[in-house]
């Protein structure tokens, strides 16, 4: 009896586990990810990105030290001496002026009362340290889309030829047998036989490779995102186009306003007129206040004795002026004004280098959309040429060499007509990279 109910009760526990426990042997759920989807995620998770931000911490600490110095500073120094004897006068008798054993505190108070500028040119270069590395992670988000976008494209790129290869293995396959079946029979000698199996051969290389790029491609994704590189990942196809209806004009005004760069060099700019006004506080003398307090004594616990005071303080303002290093101030004044000279022409470099950046964007545009339609085109022609290439080989009025260059040409039409849709996509992306936007 007690044996068959703990047998009862053993399938009991094992039919419950199979009911309400989770299947562990199902594989999850490949992610589908749209395009912006893919760009928010890059931008939360990116590594290089998260390493970028970290510099706008360090420049907010960079600020915070700069502040600290307009305030007082506290030192402190405990010091003893020894001496080899006591120190004696002798005036009609000896008098004792000093002990072996000597031991001093003292609590100093420092407060910058005029630098020249140069404490408030520091601080306010730390203030613009914060808005250079604001930019720079605006430049690396704006970077970082692109190549998101570049990537996801790549996935539907490799995915589309990989349908295209092995769309022509099968109608290859297909050929094959219609070949064999006329050889055997006696209809074709040996060598159209051979020819169209190579050619098969071909169209199965074609399909492994594609297969390596769709896979490669995932990885490329996972990586930007800061995934697990083999991670599985599926995105969304877009195989819509959106006319532009911009100007080159118009996208060059949105550019010379929204780059990362041009705000990041206008930065640079007033740094350098901070860099001059740091030079040149070397020109002026420098104020300081101190406040000191002492004790003294022959022990330890410095509280005075017959020859030394208990305590004593002690305030005063010192002024200090290197007013002559042989041009050496005067140099390093025209130093950083050639160096913002220098930023002043790199800004119009970078001018025309945008303007071209647009140009090719504006240009890439039109000739992607131009394609479209060609590209379509060429694909409906292909594949009615493989249709009565086929056909005529069916009849025996035509040759297999007709019909493996017809499957190429479709092959190639329909990879084409692909890339024409996602490179109109990538252009778009680059155009918008091009105007700091995405």
Same mark, same amino acid.
């Given at each position: 009896?007690?044996?068959?109910?703990?047998?009862?009760?053993?399938?009991?526990?094992?039919?419950?586990?199979?009911?309400?426990?989770?299947?562990?042997?199902?594989?999850?759920?490949?992610?589908?990810?749209?395009?912006?989807?893919?760009?928010?995620?890059?931008?939360?998770?990116?590594?290089?990105?998260?390493?970028?931000?970290?510099?706008?911490?360090?420049?907010?600490?960079?600020?915070?030290?700069?502040?600290?110095?307009?305030?007082?500073?506290?030192?402190?120094?405990?010091?003893?001496?020894?001496?080899?004897?006591?120190? %004696? @006068?002798?005036?009609?008798?000896?008098?004792?002026?000093?002990?072996?054993?000597?031991?001093?505190?003292?609590?100093?108070?420092?407060?910058?009362?005029?630098?020249?500028?140069?404490?408030?040119?520091?601080?306010?270069?730390?203030?613009?340290?914060?808005?250079?590395?604001?930019?720079?992670?605006?430049?690396?988000?704006?970077?970082?889309?692109?190549?998101?976008?570049?990537?996801?494209?790549?996935?539907?790129?490799?995915? %589309?030829?990989?349908?295209?290869?092995?769309?022509?293995?099968?109608?290859?396959?297909?050929?094959?047998?219609?070949?064999?079946?006329?050889?055997?029979?006696?209809? @074709?000698?040996?060598?159209?036989?051979?020819?169209?199996?190579?050619?098969?051969?071909?169209?199965?290389?074609?399909?492994?490779?594609?297969?390596?790029?769709?896979?490669?491609?995932?990885?490329?994704?996972?990586?930007?995102?800061?995934?697990?590189?083999?991670?599985?990942?599926?995105?969304?196809?877009?195989?819509?186009?959106?006319?532009?209806?911009?100007?080159?004009?118009?996208?060059?005004?949105?550019?010379?306003?929204?780059?990362?760069?041009?705000?990041?060099?206008?930065?640079?700019?007033?740094?350098?007129?901070?860099?001059?006004?740091?030079?040149?506080?070397?020109?002026?003398?420098?104020?300081?206040?101190?406040?000191?307090?002492?004790?003294?004594?022959?022990?330890?616990?410095?509280?005075?004795?017959?020859?030394?005071?208990?305590?004593?303080?002690?305030?005063?303002?010192?002024?200090?002026?290197?007013?002559?290093?042989?041009?050496?101030?005067?140099?390093?004044?025209?130093?950083?004004?050639?160096? %913002?000279?220098?930023?002043?022409?790199?800004?119009?470099?970078?001018?025309?280098?945008?303007?071209?950046?647009? %140009?090719?964007?504006?240009?890439?545009?039109?000739?992607?959309?131009?394609?479209?339609?060609?590209?379509?085109?060429?694909?409906?022609?292909?594949?009615?040429?493989?249709?009565?290439?086929?056909?005529?080989?069916?009849?025996?009025?035509?040759?297999?060499?007709?019909?493996?260059?017809?499957?190429?040409?479709?092959?190639?039409?329909?990879?084409?007509?692909?890339?024409?849709?996602?490179?109109?996509?990538?252009?778009?992306?680059?155009?918008?990279?091009?105007?700091?936007?995405?």
């Amino acid at each position: 009896m007690k044996s068959k109910t703990s047998l009862i009760l053993f399938w009991a526990l094992f039919f419950w586990f199979l009911i309400f426990q989770p299947d562990r042997g199902v594989a999850q759920e490949t992610k589908v990810y749209t395009l912006q989807e893919s760009i928010a995620e890059a931008l939360a998770n990116n590594w290089s990105l998260r390493a970028k931000q970290e510099k706008l911490d360090q420049a907010t600490s960079v600020k915070n030290q700069a502040r600290a110095d307009f305030l007082p500073k506290l030192s402190t120094t405990y010091g003893y001496t020894r001496l080899g004897a006591d120190r %004696k @006068i002798r005036y009609l008798q000896d008098y004792t002026i000093g002990t072996r054993n000597n031991y001093w505190w003292q609590g100093t108070v420092t407060q910058p009362l005029f630098t020249g500028f140069a404490l408030l040119s520091t601080y306010r270069l730390a203030q613009l340290g914060i808005d250079q590395s604001k930019m720079e992670i605006e430049l690396e988000k704006l970077d970082l889309a692109l190549n998101v976008k570049q990537t996801y494209f790549q996935i539907l790129t490799a995915d %589309k030829a990989l349908e295209s290869f092995k769309k022509a293995e099968e109608a290859l396959a297909s050929h094959v047998k219609v070949a064999r079946s006329f050889y055997e029979v006696g209809m @074709i000698p040996i060598n159209d036989l051979l020819e169209s199996e190579v050619e098969l051969g071909n169209a199965q290389h074609n399909v492994v490779k594609a297969l390596n790029a769709t896979q490669l491609s995932r990885s490329t994704f996972n990586t930007v995102l800061s995934r697990p590189v083999n991670a599985k990942v599926e995105v969304e196809d877009i195989l819509v186009h959106k006319p532009e209806g911009g100007s080159f004009q118009e996208y060059l005004q949105k550019a010379l306003k929204g780059r990362p760069e041009m705000r990041l060099i206008e930065i640079n700019i007033l740094q350098g007129d901070q860099r001059i006004r740091l030079a040149r506080s070397k020109l002026y003398p420098e104020v300081v206040l101190t406040f000191d307090y002492m004790k003294e004594g022959d022990t330890l616990d410095v509280s005075g004795s017959d020859v030394h005071e208990a305590d004593e303080w002690q305030a005063g303002a010192a002024l200090s002026w290197t007013f002559w290093e042989w041009g050496k101030t005067y140099y390093a004044v025209k130093e950083q004004e050639s160096l %913002k000279k220098e930023l002043i022409k790199t800004r119009m470099a970078l001018e025309d280098q945008i303007q071209l950046q647009i %140009k090719d964007g504006v240009l890439g545009l039109e000739e992607a959309e131009k394609n479209i339609p060609i590209t379509q085109k060429a694909v409906e022609q292909g594949e009615e040429n493989l249709r009565v290439s086929e056909e005529r080989y069916k009849a025996q009025v035509s040759t297999s060499t007709e019909v493996l260059d017809a499957q190429r040409y479709l092959t190639t039409a329909r990879v084409n007509n692909f890339n024409a849709y996602y490179n109109y996509h990538l252009a778009k992306a680059r155009l918008l990279w091009a105007m700091g936007e995405f």
